[in-house]
């Protein structure tokens, strides 16, 4: 921690402290409300100091309650979450590992997590383990829980405690996270945010068992919602085991030749892969999904290799290895991409293999009926007559260029500006794709020289 963020931390501690004083509370205002998917939710309530006692309406408070929210807005400002702070000791995320697991076992498909946990393998469920049960990684992956924003709902929290000398402390927070955390506390003219879940946990105390938000704010959940960033973290991990599992052959004479980033298998599809079943009579697709890198590449390259999957076996691994060398050499020597790779090294494109080729039957049946959507049909029809020569660039989800032999490039189609690739969106006329039409963007069929110049 710096001497800045160090001095600033004392800072805030003592103008806590020193304003939340310990005069007796005169009453607590608290407004919580919650809108979303479903009827909205707003409730007020008033917790007022009566001759010693502190009462809701007609019912009676607990005073150690009261003044257990008091104590924990006096207390040191967290400046950031920690597992300390949260309570998370290493015997807790044992317990809690274990109890997540138990709940998987008897998940009836309402948790996505819980489902896949309940799903997994032995060693799959190990990798979970393992990484939830070490604190050093539970550290490193602690503030994704806090991040906005997880879920389409709307929570938000605003207390005024009131104290009797006449001062009084703002609590507000619209987190989706568990504890509500981050709370902002304003003071005077101080505000400050802190993540102390203990202004939580004496809050949820206070509120009716049925009260807005109070689910969220006690961080009941708070076990669930880390082992959801838990799996996103270990995903490659879990995937790895997966595919170690069904197709260690294929991942072995892989990893001869490429350094295997990830890999999966899956019935996923999008517009270059995949089948996309309707309905229940129609069988679908598998297949290996492996991301791949050597050490010659250039930074930000990569090969992406989709390899059907069928009873047990991956199909056309040695003809993928042994013919998708010519269509990386083909990329890398454009001209005008690798001035781009040059002056954006970060910039990220991934060369596309599916099954038997770079250029899919898939893909080009829809490149051919988005062409004539464009009105190029001829565009299509030169494509075609080259189809197993042509390699196909994915700049980012979506955004799709085609790479002649001759190196001229076509832009099939794009959703986001990054996928130009240095282009700007008033260069191109798109329409509207056939299929797989993303939110922003469209099909273009724009062709551009092996330098770099718009040629249509």
């Not at 309650?65 to 008091?70: A, G, H, K, P, Q």
């Not at 709307?154 to 504890?179: A, I, W």
Request: aromatic share 8%.
């Amino acid at each position: 921690m710096s001497r800045a963020l160090v001095s600033a931390s004392f800072l805030l501690i003592a103008t806590v402290s020193t304003y939340a004083a310990d005069a007796p509370i005169k009453q607590i205002e608290i407004k919580s409300s919650w809108s979303g998917l479903g009827p909205s939710q707003k409730t007020e309530f008033l917790i007022h100091h009566d001759t010693g006692e502190y009462r809701l309406g007609s019912t009676l408070i607990d005073r150690a309650r009261v003044e257990s929210l008091s104590a924990s807005i006096r207390q040191p400002v967290q400046l950031k979450p920690t597992l300390d702070n949260l309570g998370m000791n290493e015997e807790w995320l044992k317990q809690t590992a274990e109890q997540l697991e138990r709940d998987a076992d008897h998940n009836d498909g309402g948790d996505s997590t819980l489902y896949k946990l309940g799903n997994g393998s032995d060693d799959q469920k190990w990798i979970f383990r393992h990484a939830y049960t070490d604190p050093r990684f539970m550290e490193k992956v602690l503030p994704e829980i806090f991040r906005c924003c997880h879920t389409d709902d709307y929570p938000h929290v605003e207390v005024v405690v009131s104290y009797l000398d006449g001062s009084r402390v703002v609590l507000s927070s619209h987190s989706q996270s568990e504890f509500m955390l981050p709370w902002k506390l304003e003071m005077g003219s101080t505000k400050v945010e802190t993540f102390n879940k203990n202004i939580s946990v004496a809050l949820a105390s206070l509120l009716p068992t049925k009260a807005p938000n109070r689910d969220r704010i006690s961080g009941e959940g708070l076990g669930l919602a880390l082992a959801w960033v838990v799996m996103g973290a270990i995903e490659n991990d879990w995937n790895l085991s997966n595919v170690k599992a069904h197709a260690s052959d294929a991942l072995r004479k892989i990893g001869n030749e490429y350094e295997i980033l990830s890999s999966d298998i899956n019935p996923y599809h999008d517009v270059t892969f995949g089948v996309y079943v309707k309905d229940s009579t129609v069988e679908g697709e598998e297949n290996l999904h492996v991301d791949l890198r050597r050490r010659d590449f250039p930074a930000g390259f990569l090969l992406r290799a989709i390899l059907l999957y069928k009873d047990n076996t991956v199909s056309g691994v040695d003809q993928f290895l042994q013919t998708v060398p010519r269509y990386e050499d083909l990329l890398l020597a454009v001209p005008w991409l690798a001035r781009l790779r040059a002056n954006q090294p970060k910039g990220g494109t991934t060369l596309l293999w599916v099954h038997d080729k770079s250029l899919s039957d898939k893909a080009l049946q829809n490149f051919a009926a988005d062409m004539h959507v464009v009105g190029k049909d001829s565009l299509a029809d030169e494509v075609r007559n080259v189809q197993s020569q042509v390699a196909v660039l994915n700049v980012s989800y979506g955004d799709w260029w085609l790479v002649l032999p001759d190196r001229r490039m076509i832009l099939w189609r794009y959703e986001s500006v990054m996928g130009l690739l240095g282009w700007k969106t008033s260069d191109f006329h798109e329409r509207e794709c056939t299929d797989y039409q993303g939110v922003t963007g469209g099909c273009v069929g724009a062709v551009v020289s092996p330098e770099g110049e718009l040629m249509n």
